[in-house]
């Protein structure tokens, strides 16, 4: 059984930092691809950011702000987002998959979610 918890989410103002968390119990992170997916109110789940191996992957939206990184000793996924906008405010879920990255059907396990709120 793979349990995943997310933390790390607030209210911030543009242009500030978070810094989220994912958890894991179960197979270590390490051996799977973790993936980052935000929704915003009334929307679907849109890719955010995903790591797999020694390779990271960003939605367009994310790249030269947000980074995503591994600590196998924690088996833990951070996503770390700079320079926030209020575009990038939703909850923010991370997955574990087998599949593609960029494929929010084909992660087979999720946690429950952390609200990032961006202020103007």
């Known amino acids: 059984q793979v349990n995943l918890v997310e933390s790390g989410g607030g209210v911030v103002q543009a242009g500030g930092s978070l810094k989220l968390s994912c958890t894991a119990s179960g197979p270590t992170v390490s051996r799977y691809t973790m993936g980052w997916f935000r929704q915003a109110p009334g929307k679907e789940h849109d890719f955010v950011a995903a790591?797999?191996?020694?390779?990271?992957y960003y939605a367009d939206s994310a790249k030269g702000r947000f980074t995503v990184s591994r600590d196998n000793a924690k088996n833990t996924v951070y996503l770390q987002m700079n320079s926030l906008k209020p575009e990038d405010t939703g909850v923010y879920y991370c997955?574990?998959?087998?599949?593609?990255?960029?494929?929010?059907?084909?992660?087979?396990?999720w946690g429950r979610g952390t609200q990032v709120t961006v202020s103007s």
């Open positions: 997955g574990r998959t087998t599949y593609g990255y960029r494929d929010y059907e084909g992660y087979e396990y």
């Open positions: 790591i797999s191996g020694s390779y990271t």
